[in-house]
């Protein structure tokens, strides 16, 4: 089973960008589905982003509005988020998250509950 460790969450003002990583460590990554989920306080897990084991699909959640991208290296075992034009209401902590594909490798996912491992999170901080 393949373990998962965030990283590149930190404190910016609104404007900025951060680059977030998903380290996984374990077993390769190509035949999970990855995805990015955040959740803010008092709220529940929202999802991000989701990429294909292929990383042909991508799929956004709806306030993304073209600012993030995801992006994974199966080689190097890492999943990446760039966000950039942060805005106050994205600060949350944000989860990396993994699925086995079970041989659908064009497959994508969004709903929480679709994926079975998940990383401790890093919190994502915006100023206004």
């Known amino acids: 089973q393949v373990q998962l460790v965030e990283s590149g969450g930190g404190l910016v003002q609104a404007g900025d960008s951060l680059r977030l990583s998903c380290a996984a460590s374990g077993r390769t990554l190509i035949t999970y589905a990855m995805g990015w989920f955040r959740q803010a306080p008092g709220k529940e897990h929202e999802f991000v982003a989701t990429?294909?084991?292929?990383?042909?699909?991508?799929h956004y959640g709806d306030f993304v509005k073209g600012r993030f991208t995801i992006s994974r290296d199966n080689n190097k075992r890492t999943l990446s988020l760039q966000m950039n034009n942060l805005k106050p209401e994205d600060t949350a902590v944000y989860y990396c998250a993994a699925r086995p594909t079970k041989g659908n490798i064009g497959g994508i996912w969004t709903l929480r509950d679709s994926y079975d491992i998940w990383g401790q999170g890093t919190q994502v901080t915006v100023s206004s």
């Open positions: 990429m294909s084991v292929t990383g042909r699909t991508t």
